[in-house]
């Protein structure tokens, strides 16, 4: 077979991938937000089932490979008679993925707040949840937000594995390329710095709110 | 039936350790008491039982009516009426005075927003700081987040105050304006458990003096209890004390 020249088409359907990549990282991001909130609330419940069985399954999917979780999805579902398109089964997974570690990291935050300001807010007769929502919560986001951020230049790089059920996002896409083109270095480095480009921005931007976190609080 | 406060014959044990070993205690409406004794005797025990910060293992505790002993108690209707300040303000540092203040009142109260800041200029007047309602807690000194926690405490409008060792992390040259905010709350009648190793002021404020010894009310006296110790153990304790 003949290799193709590497064209500015090629660079064009790179960067549609890159768009894929985008639209998969604020998937897992979102709702894999949305379900860590829900699940790093099981964590910090007032009663001990809870917890425990919030941290087993906490500890399962943080044990497992995120290859293995979107294998798990993508065939699983088949098995069951499902058809699931790539960006489902990738969205899915990554949202599960996403929710477990990011439970943790705000379970952590949520921690960190002095335990004294929980009781402050109790003896004030405010309840439970309103302690949270208004005391604990406003002060456990300031220290969540370095760390969150972290993870999401994590989650932006994981989006890649979802090649592999053939979603064609940033990696695929330069995969795709690099089977007719043959210049592997020019195509993955390419990739790399549409990588770079989304993740380093990510990083300075953690890196400036924790100096500023450091600096004053509030 | 007068005591607004009443304990009798309370037991608690954190794990294997007796702190409290049968302590009655019963305070009128209005009172002022002061709780002295050595570190360890169960001051801060006694007073977080009494606000149901900690549940006792035995005997009765009534605070404005409310059952505390009891386990099915409304610990929100219960804490409506009691106020709490510790030795380390606990204000919430992401919010400025005024909202420190008036996050219960409308919170809990349901106040509109115009009402809670009404109250809280109020009650930060009465703390001396109305000028101090817009400033973060970290931008007042120790003395000033002190009465901004017995401000905070005052705009719930409780009917009882349980203070306890407010003074104690403070320097000395600011534990003059938080006492003096306490006693006017005394004078105005307000009904006052009062931890405190200040021994001034129990001698010149306090109604009676509660002095607690080993999970134990060892003696109780007004403010000439200190000049004449009755038991071994308070001469001792005034002894170090002075
Ligand atoms: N949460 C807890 N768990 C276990 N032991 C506790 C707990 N809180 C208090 N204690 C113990 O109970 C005893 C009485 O403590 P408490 O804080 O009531 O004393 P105190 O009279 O307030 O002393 P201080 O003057 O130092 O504040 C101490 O021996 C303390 O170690
Ligand atoms: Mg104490």
Redesign the pocket.
């Known amino acids: 077979m003949l290799a193709q020249p590497f064209t500015l088409a090629h660079v064009g359907y790179m960067l549609n991938g890159v768009l894929w990549t985008l639209a998969l990282s604020a998937l897992a991001f979102v709702f894999g937000g949305i379900a860590g909130f829900g699940v790093m609330l099981l964590r910090i419940s007032r009663f001990r089932a809870v917890r425990i069985a919030s941290l087993v399954v906490v500890q399962i999917v943080q044990g497992i490979p995120l290859l293995v979780i979107l294998f798990a999805v993508y065939f699983g579902l088949g098995i069951f008679g499902f058809q699931v398109a790539p960006i489902i089964a990738a969205g899915v997974a990554m949202m599960i993925y996403s929710a477990a570690f990011l439970a943790e990291i705000w379970r952590g935050c949520v921690e960190a707040v002095p335990r004294t300001q929980f009781e402050a807010a109790e003896c004030l007769a405010l309840t439970r949840w309103e302690a949270l929502r208004k005391v604990i919560l406003p002060q456990a986001f300031r220290l969540a937000i370095p760390p969150t951020v972290g993870f999401m230049v994590q989650v932006v790089k994981s989006t890649s594995l979802a090649s592999v059920v053939g979603f064609v996002e940033l990696t695929r896409a330069a995969q795709i390329i690099n089977n007719s083109t043959f210049q592997s270095f020019l195509v993955f480095g390419i990739a790399g710095a549409f990588y770079f480009a989304i993740c380093w921005p990510l990083s300075a931007w953690s890196r400036t709110l924790e100096r500023k976190l450091h600096v004053g609080r509030h | 039936m007068s005591a607004v406060i009443e304990l009798k014959d309370v037991h608690k044990s954190?794990?294997q350790?007796e702190?409290l070993k049968g302590v009655s205690l019963a305070v009128e409406r209005g009172e002022a008491i002061a709780v002295i004794?050595?570190?360890?005797?169960?001051?801060?025990?006694?007073l977080?039982c009494v606000n149901r910060l900690?549940t006792i293992q035995s005997g009765e505790i009534n605070v404005c009516g409310h059952p505390v002993h009891d386990p099915k108690l409304d610990v929100r209707k219960l804490r409506l009426d009691v106020g709490i300040v510790f030795q380390s303000y606990n204000l919430f540092p992401h919010l400025t005075v005024e909202e420190n203040i008036m996050l219960a009142p409308v919170t809990v109260k349901k106040l509109r927003k115009a009402e809670a800041r009404a109250l809280a200029a109020q009650a930060l007047a009465r703390v001396g700081l109305a000028e101090k309602a817009q400033s973060y807690p970290e931008q007042l000194s120790g003395g000033q987040q002190q009465r901004v926690a017995i401000a905070r405490s005052l705009a719930m409008q409780p009917q009882v105050m349980l203070f306890?060792?407010v003074t104690s992390a403070l320097d000395p040259e600011l534990t003059g304006e938080v006492l003096r905010v306490m006693e006017d709350l005394a004078k105005g009648g307000m009904t006052m458990l009062v931890?405190t190793?200040e021994m001034g002021f129990a001698r010149k404020v306090a109604d009676r003096i509660v002095y607690?010894h080993q999970?134990r009310v060892w003696e109780v006296g007004d403010g000439s209890m200190l000049a004449n110790p009755q038991t071994p153990e308070l001469r001792a304790f005034m002894a170090h004390d002075l």
Do not use: L, P
Request: glycine share 22%; aromatic share 4%.
């Open positions: 954190f794990g350790v702190v004794g050595r570190s360890g005797s169960g001051k801060s025990t006694a977080r900690e306890d060792e931890v190793h607690m999970g």
